[in-house]
């Protein structure tokens, strides 16, 4: 039979268990002497995930105006996953990926086609980059002038 092994933790607090619930023996453990060895756990350090930031340009867009999409400060090299919202409803695209990463530098930007008549409306696009999504809110109608500086159309981060 094993010997009990005794494992430190960090806090200072010290738990024994059993030899036999661990598939790897210390160095120095030896069956026929009976003894144990201090197997000492280190919490791992902690591995932060980059919170991106996502922006249109704009918050309010007419019809044949151009949104470019920007993305900064997310994990590098990613890819970026796609979801949107017109007027509270799906619009069937979730997290879609359509080949589009993130640089070295965890920056990413884009212009898309022109908005039309029939995107009007309010809509949300979100970007799920390494499984953290960053949203931004904005609206296309005819009527841009009288919308334009509403506080309650803007950029928001989730």
């Known amino acids: 039979m094993k010997s009990p092994c005794q494992l ?3 806090a200072g607090c ?3 268990i059993p030899a036999t619930h661990f598939n790897v023996e ?3 453990y030896r069956p026929d002497e009976g003894t144990h060895s ?3 756990i280190q919490q791992p350090p902690k591995h ?3 919170v991106p930031r996502l922006s249109i340009g704009n918050d309010v867009f007419a019809p ?3 949104p470019t999409y920007s993305i900064q400060g997310a994990s590098a090299n990613t890819p970026i996953y796609w979801s949107s919202w017109k007027d509270g409803t799906s619009t069937g695209e979730v997290d879609v990926n359509y080949g589009e990463t993130t640089d070295d530098s965890g920056n990413w930007t884009s212009s898309k086609g022109p908005w039309s008549a029939a995107d009007s409306g309010i809509w949300i696009k979100q970007a799920n980059i390494n499984g953290v999504n960053v949203r931004v809110q904005f609206q296309v109608t005819a009527v841009n ?3 334009r ?3 309650s159309v803007g950029v928001f981060e989730q």
Do not use: C, F, K, R
Request: glycine share 4%.
């Open 48 to 50: 932060t995930v980059p």
């Open 145 to 147: 002038n009288q919308l």
């Open 149 to 151: 500086n509403s506080p």
């Open 64 to 66: 044949g105006e151009t």
């Open 38 to 40: 201090e197997v000492q």
């Open 8 to 10: 430190m933790i960090l």
């Open 26 to 28: 210390p160095d120095n």
């Open 14 to 16: 010290a738990l024994t």
